[in-house]
């Protein structure tokens, strides 16, 4: 598609808005409405909405991934560890190779200013959320003008967007719509699904460097411009692989439409993208390589066309109408053939595949219709397929659909059906204007209401498994809530169930064997543990974390005082997962009661020398060496444990106990405050000041800091009242 051919002259331009639109609105306004067509009232009602509908979660509860990524994870836990963090994947022992270090990052800052609080979590996704959505309006506003001015300077489409509201409207509806559709709470109640927003932000924010750039001479600015835009965009490749759709939209708008830049700079611009590809393989080449998820079995171009057209339906069907949202979606059935009832239960994957089919026909006859809005139609259908391409099933993927995938595809249906509403009669645009905000209001409810399904795991879990979710990891986490509350009977009944379904599930598996092991049945939660470890060679072609069967029943046996076949068992696994702290940790520690600290300490050494950014290990080690009484040693290590968890304070208790047994009481005076200046609210900090204080004679300030004790126990305990 060309863009429509743009007036010679400023006046011939307004008359052409009106052929386009039908006219002007009235130029005299009053203030209240003159206030809402400024881009500053807009974007404030778009945050404000865009926080109010995203507010339940923002108290919500970790979930899921969010216990890896925000707890166990060691590359958020220091500034120390920038750089490290673009050597590995997101996740450290998993077969995806999602290698987003951009997001790592954001969960290090949050970590640094919110330690393990997760309303700071919460609320940097709802804040990167409205972000994309208010840079989505500006960017809109000039994608739109350029579809039908595209050979104007950008500095007279700026004019257009001033003087022509119908394309500040547009922008502003469709950015409105796309902030406020439920669809996309995975990608912003759900904390570790970040990976969308910040790469929507990130890849919008340098789309409009580079455009600002056109707006000024001066060479330096320009090139700063530029320089930031690159830098946007390889953060936005940083955070997550969908950035590389949006570059490549970036491009096809650049030379189909963008006609006022000069070749030269859209031919640098191309040059720079190339670059900036490069320069992104390079650094996914730096973490270690690892096996990817096994082939689907059967899976032929037929059956790939197949759970392409189920999805493009399903989405379809998400984007009109949001009513069973949750994870864990799926349009692949692989028993929908094994008998006549087991089809009939699953025909409505079928009739996605209709829905799927006839989307692509409402965009063939959408695109070859003639008239005002056919360019942004053919825009917006090219964005939604270039978009949903990656995540069609054409290649293979972690699932066959997912509602936060749909987080820059739906922008181009947005301006599709905006394309669509160009078509109407001037008299019916107050209409259409008034069904889009009453969409508005309906979705942000729907978004309000799904928002409150992250609010703790337990309802999480259940509202997934309620909306006919049929995963075992969901039924294993929400059994082992109710095994953590002592609700015995109803995690059996969960698990039992999943056994039957999935019995080489591993998870569930050893869910299920502490379980049993809680309710008394020893023998039979090592028979089934060992069953599990003998299957681990076979599962973990399928599932990762297959040697926790392994860990669990070497605790068995240590608990039941037989350390030798505890490590024996440990042995083994350690053989076939080598690089598994988990593994390394108990082993020293059994090797370490049974026959000393030096003969831990290999084993610790050679992991924290291949690892020195993990902070456990480090801790380990300057505990192994304290209890060797090699105090320089154990001081180092234990220091270097200190700089890898900026609030960690574990290692920091262990120097003020070296330094009291020196007798160096200001020294452990001084370490000690370091302690408490990172967890200021933990009252056992204050206890131990004021023994320190004690043993120094400062009488006054050890009672003031147990007054602070009480303080801090009062406090707790009035919160638990309110909570209750």
């Given at each position: 598609?060309?863009?429509?051919?743009?007036?010679?002259?400023?006046?011939?331009?307004?008359?052409?808005?009106?052929?386009?639109?039908?006219?002007?609105?009235?130029?005299?306004?009053?203030?209240?409405?003159?206030?809402?067509?400024?881009?500053?009232?807009?974007?404030?009602?778009?945050?404000?909405?865009?926080?109010?509908?995203?507010?339940?979660?923002?108290?919500?509860?970790?979930?899921?991934?969010?216990?890896?990524?925000?707890?166990?994870?060691?590359?958020?836990?220091?500034?120390?560890?920038?750089?490290?963090?673009?050597?590995?994947?997101?996740?450290?022992?998993?077969?995806?190779?999602?290698?987003?270090?951009?997001?790592?990052?954001?969960?290090?800052?949050?970590?640094?200013?919110?330690?393990?609080?997760?309303?700071?979590?919460?609320?940097?996704?709802?804040?990167?959320?409205?972000?994309?959505?208010?840079?989505?309006?500006?960017?809109?506003?000039?994608?739109?003008?350029?579809?039908?001015?595209?050979?104007?300077?950008?500095?007279?489409?700026?004019?257009?967007?001033?003087?022509?509201?119908?394309?500040?409207?547009?922008?502003?509806?469709?950015?409105?719509?796309?902030?406020?559709?439920?669809?996309?709470?995975?990608?912003?109640?759900?904390?570790?699904?970040?990976?969308?927003?910040?790469?929507?932000?990130?890849?919008?924010?340098?789309?409009?460097?580079?455009?600002?750039?056109?707006?000024?001479?001066?060479?330096?600015?320009?090139?700063?411009?530029?320089?930031?835009?690159?830098?946007?965009?390889?953060?936005?490749?940083?955070?997550?692989?969908?950035?590389?759709?949006?570059?490549?939209?970036?491009?096809?708008?650049?030379?189909?439409?963008?006609?006022?830049?000069?070749?030269?700079?859209?031919?640098?611009?191309?040059?720079?993208?190339?670059?900036?590809?490069?320069?992104?393989?390079?650094?996914?080449?730096?973490?270690?390589?690892?096996?990817?998820?096994?082939?689907?079995?059967?899976?032929?171009?037929?059956?790939?066309?197949?759970?392409?057209?189920?999805?493009?339906?399903?989405?379809?069907?998400?984007?009109?109408?949001?009513?069973?949202?949750?994870?864990?979606?799926?349009?692949?059935?692989?028993?929908?053939?094994?008998?006549?009832?087991?089809?009939?239960?699953?025909?409505?994957?079928?009739?996605?595949?209709?829905?799927?089919?006839?989307?692509?026909?409402?965009?063939?006859?959408?695109?070859?219709?003639?008239?005002?809005?056919?360019?942004?139609?053919?825009?917006?259908?090219?964005?939604?397929?270039?978009?949903?391409?990656?995540?069609?099933?054409?290649?293979?993927?972690?699932?066959?659909?997912?509602?936060?995938?749909?987080?820059?595809?739906?922008?181009?249906?947005?301006?599709?059906?905006?394309?669509?509403?160009?078509?109407?009669?001037?008299?019916?645009?107050?209409?259409?204007?008034?069904?889009?905000?009453?969409?508005?209001?309906?979705?942000?409810?729907?978004?309000?209401?799904?928002?409150?399904?992250?609010?703790?795991?337990?309802?999480?879990?259940?509202?997934?498994?309620?909306?006919?979710?049929?995963?075992?990891?969901?039924?294993?986490?929400?059994?082992?809530?109710?095994?953590?509350?002592?609700?015995?009977?109803?995690?059996?009944?969960?698990?039992?169930?999943?056994?039957?379904?999935?019995?080489?599930?591993?998870?569930?598996?050893?869910?299920?064997?502490?379980?049993?092991?809680?309710?008394?049945?020893?023998?039979?939660?090592?028979?089934?543990?060992?069953?599990?470890?003998?299957?681990?060679?076979?599962?973990?072609?399928?599932?990762?974390?297959?040697?926790?069967?392994?860990?669990?029943?070497?605790?068995?046996?240590?608990?039941?005082?037989?350390?030798?076949?505890?490590?024996?068992?440990?042995?083994?696994?350690?053989?076939?997962?080598?690089?598994?702290?988990?593994?390394?940790?108990?082993?020293?520690?059994l090797r370490r009661l049974t026959q000393g600290p030096t003969a831990a300490l290999p084993l610790v050494q050679r992991f924290a020398r291949e690892n020195w950014w993990?902070?456990?290990?480090?801790?380990?080690?300057?505990?192994?060496?304290?209890?060797?009484?090699?105090?320089?040693?154990?001081?180092?290590?234990?220091?270097?444990?200190?700089?890898?968890?900026?609030?960690?304070?574990?290692?920091?208790?262990?120097?003020?106990?070296?330094?009291?047994?020196?007798?160096?009481?200001?020294?452990?005076?001084?370490?000690?405050?370091?302690?408490?200046?990172?967890?200021?609210?933990?009252?056992?900090?204050?206890?131990?000041?004021?023994?320190?204080?004690?043993?120094?004679?400062?009488?006054?300030?050890?009672?003031?800091?147990?007054?602070?004790?009480?303080?801090?126990?009062?406090?707790?305990?009035?919160?638990?009242?309110?909570?209750?």
């Amino acid at each position: 598609m060309r863009a429509s051919t743009p007036p010679a002259t400023f006046n011939d331009f307004r008359r052409e808005s009106s052929h386009v639109r039908g006219g002007q609105l009235s130029v005299s306004m009053a203030p209240v409405a003159r206030a809402f067509r400024t881009d500053w009232f807009r974007c404030l009602l778009i945050a404000v909405i865009g926080i109010l509908v995203h507010s339940p979660a923002l108290q919500g509860q970790r979930i899921w991934d969010d216990h890896y990524l925000l707890n166990e994870n060691p590359f958020i836990k220091s500034p120390t560890l920038i750089l490290e963090t673009f050597r590995h994947y997101l996740f450290l022992d998993s077969f995806s190779a999602h290698y987003r270090p951009v997001q790592n990052l954001s969960f290090m800052f949050d970590y640094f200013f919110w330690n393990t609080d997760e309303l700071g979590f919460h609320l940097t996704n709802v804040l990167l959320h409205v972000g994309s959505a208010i840079l989505l309006y500006f960017l809109l506003g000039h994608v739109i003008a350029s579809l039908f001015f595209g050979r104007l300077p950008v500095v007279m489409r700026d004019r257009a967007r001033t003087r022509l509201t119908w394309i500040s409207n547009t922008a502003f509806l469709i950015s409105l719509v796309w902030g406020v559709h439920p669809v996309h709470s995975g990608a912003v109640d759900y904390i570790s699904g970040r990976a969308d927003s910040l790469a929507f932000f990130f890849a919008a924010a340098g789309w409009l460097l580079f455009i600002h750039a056109q707006r000024f001479s001066g060479r330096v600015i320009r090139i700063s411009l530029y320089v930031s835009a690159a830098a946007s965009a390889m953060l936005a490749l940083l955070s997550r692989e969908i950035a590389c759709i949006w570059i490549f939209l970036f491009i096809v708008h650049l030379f189909w439409i963008e006609k006022s830049i000069p070749l030269r700079v859209r031919l640098a611009a191309v040059c720079c993208c190339l670059v900036l590809f490069g320069f992104y393989a390079g650094l996914r080449r730096l973490p270690e390589q690892r096996p990817s998820l096994p082939p689907q079995a059967g899976w032929s171009a037929p059956v790939r066309s197949m759970l392409m057209a189920r999805a493009l339906g399903d989405y379809a069907r998400l984007m009109v109408f949001p009513a069973n949202l949750h994870m864990e979606r799926s349009v692949f059935e692989p028993m929908m053939w094994r008998s006549n009832s087991d089809w009939r239960k699953t025909i409505g994957l079928e009739y996605l595949s209709i829905s799927g089919l006839s989307l692509l026909a409402v965009f063939f006859l959408g695109v070859i219709k003639k008239g005002r809005g056919k360019a942004l139609r053919l825009f917006g259908a090219s964005w939604f397929l270039a978009a949903f391409l990656p995540i069609s099933n054409i290649v293979q993927l972690n699932a066959t659909v997912a509602e936060h995938w749909l987080y820059l595809p739906s922008v181009g249906l947005l301006i599709f059906l905006a394309g669509c509403a160009f078509e109407l009669p001037l008299r019916h645009h107050r209409t259409a204007t008034a069904i889009v905000l009453l969409a508005v209001t309906a979705l942000g409810v729907r978004s309000f209401v799904r928002s409150g399904d992250w609010a703790t795991e337990e309802t999480f879990y259940k509202r997934t498994l309620a909306a006919g979710a049929t995963s075992g990891r969901v039924a294993a986490n929400l059994a082992q809530i109710y095994v953590r509350r002592g609700d015995y009977t109803a995690a059996e009944k969960i698990l039992r169930h999943l056994m039957d379904t999935s019995p080489d599930y591993p998870t569930g598996r050893n869910t299920f064997a502490a379980l049993l092991s809680l309710q008394g049945k020893k023998a039979e939660a090592e028979a089934l543990l060992a069953a599990t470890v003998k299957m681990a060679a076979q599962t973990r072609r399928d599932y990762p974390r297959t040697w926790w069967a392994a860990l669990t029943l070497a605790q068995f046996r240590h608990e039941a005082k037989d350390d030798q076949a505890a490590l024996a068992i440990l042995k083994d696994a350690r053989q076939a997962y080598p690089n598994v702290w988990d593994l390394i940790k108990l082993e020293a520690e059994l090797r370490r009661l049974t026959q000393g600290p030096t003969a831990a300490l290999p084993l610790v050494q050679r992991f924290a020398r291949e690892n020195w950014w993990h902070c456990g290990a480090a801790l380990a080690l300057g505990r192994l060496y304290a209890q060797k009484d090699d105090a320089g040693r154990a001081e180092a290590e234990l220091r270097r444990a200190s700089r890898l968890d900026v609030h960690n304070t574990e290692a920091l208790h262990l120097i003020v106990i070296m330094r009291l047994n020196q007798n160096r009481v200001d020294d452990a005076c001084e370490i000690q405050r370091s302690a408490i200046a990172r967890q200021p609210d933990q009252p056992s900090q204050y206890i131990l000041l004021s023994n320190i204080l004690e043993k120094m004679g400062r009488t006054d300030d050890a009672r003031a800091a147990l007054a602070k004790v009480s303080r801090l126990r009062a406090l707790a305990e009035t919160s638990s009242g309110q909570s209750l």
